[in-house]
């Protein structure tokens, strides 16, 4: 059976900053740092334990907020000291290996498990923070004192980027990562807190992006997993390189995992987090096939954190009450599962999603509710927006029409394939300007905004 969960991934490649380094040594006293894409001054000065206006001061910004890839500041190091090639923490990330890491760093792999208390060298995960800098490098002469105990690394504040899901706020988003609202608006350049959008990519301060040191099966060039951390009723996508065309399929949290390609070479799966999955981390586990037949196989643990949802009270009208029995929803749960388990190769859409009406939330996925006083047995598989009666309903995204029909719970309902088992829909409408087969653009309109079905008033879910 299909599990529910919200797509809310960004389909335009994440932006993924490269590692800074130094390039030269000015004079004793400075080194030089080269710009990469997604750092901010804040993130740099914090880097080199300055602040941004020492760092603009010293290089003559006039405007620390615009800088450019590829540009090179000048950084003063304090007391003459030379720049460090060793960096406090490492992020891993997918296909990394703890041994590939610690070679990076010239450590010998029992010193880093031992840095970080790791009992189980295989058992590190996606966006796990690595402490690197107090680890003694493999040729330090032997200690007969012990080295002092590792803080544990909060879970939270771990992910390299976050793309901003609907509905959400900068203070939600950095209360997640244990950051205040000021942090996360500084490293990201952004003077006015109130005005980010869904899809954004927000940097996340303090976590530094590591090079790769991936082990990886023969063929396979690059591996990326987006988000770092991926979140309970929320969307992820890996993305693999190949040297060759190969097969990949795969297999997370007891399910299959199907893979798209459009040019042979480069590999997409979204995976999808059913709600009431616990946080933990789990193994996600890739099989590749090639033209001869033979197989490899490779394993990414992934750490999945809650979405923390939160829970509301509905009132369904009167007249409508009798489409709270379980065995309407089942019947048709079964219906759009079915439908949803068509999936096409073509991929229709380019980039990230459209809104599907001009309307604000009323209610955001994944709540858990109570319907007319009852116990909290249910959970909000979409977003609702509160739009006016007769107002228009939009795709938001290009994609064939595979369901135009009247339900019982979703009214008057609408589902677009987008391709790679994609799929978005439209409940309680009141007109549908669309059949099955029909082919639509982005920004289309495709229906109205209406009540039908089980529903507390107008609106688009």
């Not at 509905?167 to 003077?191: K, P, W």
């Not at 090079?211 to 396979?220: G, S, W, Y």
Request: aromatic share 6%; proline share 7%.
């Amino acid at each position: 059976m299909m599990v529910r969960f919200f797509i809310m991934c960004c389909f335009a490649g994440m932006l993924l900053g490269l590692p800074a380094f130094a390039v030269g040594q000015q004079s004793a006293d400075v080194t030089v740092h080269v710009v990469q894409r997604g750092e901010s001054l804040y993130r740099i000065a914090l880097q080199y334990g300055l602040t941004v206006d020492d760092l603009a001061q010293f290089n003559a910004i006039p405007d620390p907020t615009n800088i450019q890839v590829g540009q090179r500041l000048l950084i003063p190091l304090p007391g003459g000291q030379t720049a460090s090639a060793v960096p406090e923490t490492h992020v891993v990330q997918a296909g990394e290996t703890l041994k590939g890491i610690a070679d990076l760093y010239g450590l010998a792999v029992e010193v880093l498990a031992a840095a970080n208390n790791i009992t189980n060298i295989d058992a590190i995960f996606v966006g796990q923070v690595l402490t690197i800098s107090s680890a003694p490098v493999a040729s330090a002469a032997p200690t007969s004192v012990p080295p002092p105990p590792v803080e544990a690394v909060p879970l939270s504040g771990v992910n390299l980027v976050y793309t901003v899901q609907p509905g959400e706020t900068l203070f939600r988003i950095a209360t997640r990562y244990g950051l205040t609202v000021n942090d996360v608006a500084r490293a990201n350049n952004i003077s006015d807190p109130t005005l980010i959008f869904s899809g954004q990519q927000i940097i996340i301060p303090g976590i530094e992006p590591p090079q790769l040191t991936a082990e990886l099966p023969p063929n396979v060039t690059g591996i990326d997993l987006s988000p770092l951390i991926l979140v309970e009723g929320q969307t992820g996508r890996l993305r693999l390189t190949t040297a060759v065309p190969l097969a990949l399929s795969g297999t997370f949290l007891g399910r299959s995992l199907v893979s798209f390609t459009d040019t042979g070479v480069v590999h997409t799966i979204f995976i999808g987090i059913p709600v009431f999955t616990e946080p933990g981390v789990y193994p996600l586990d890739l099989s590749l096939t090639d033209a001869a037949g033979t197989v490899s196989t490779m394993q990414v643990n992934v750490q999945v954190l809650s979405g923390s949802y939160g829970s509301e009270t509905i009132t369904i009208l009167a007249d409508r009450t009798d489409l709270l029995d379980t065995n309407v929803e089942a019947a048709e749960q079964s219906l759009i599962e079915g439908v949803m388990n068509q999936l096409s190769p073509t991929r229709f859409f380019e980039g990230p999603m459209g809104l599907p009406a001009a309307a604000s939330i009323s209610s955001p996925f994944g709540r858990n509710r109570s319907y007319n006083g009852g116990p909290i047995t249910r959970f909000h598989s979409g977003t609702d927006f509160a739009g006016a009666p007769g107002s228009p309903v939009l795709a938001a995204a290009p994609g064939v029409i595979v369901l135009a029909d009247t339900l019982n719970v979703r009214g008057r309902a609408t589902v677009i394939d987008h391709g790679w088992g994609i799929f978005t829909g439209y409940w309680h409408q009141t007109d549908q300007y669309v059949q099955v087969g029909d082919v639509v653009s982005v920004g289309q309109v495709i229906g109205t905004i209406g009540s039908s079905g089980r529903v507390t008033g107008p609106h688009l879910h």
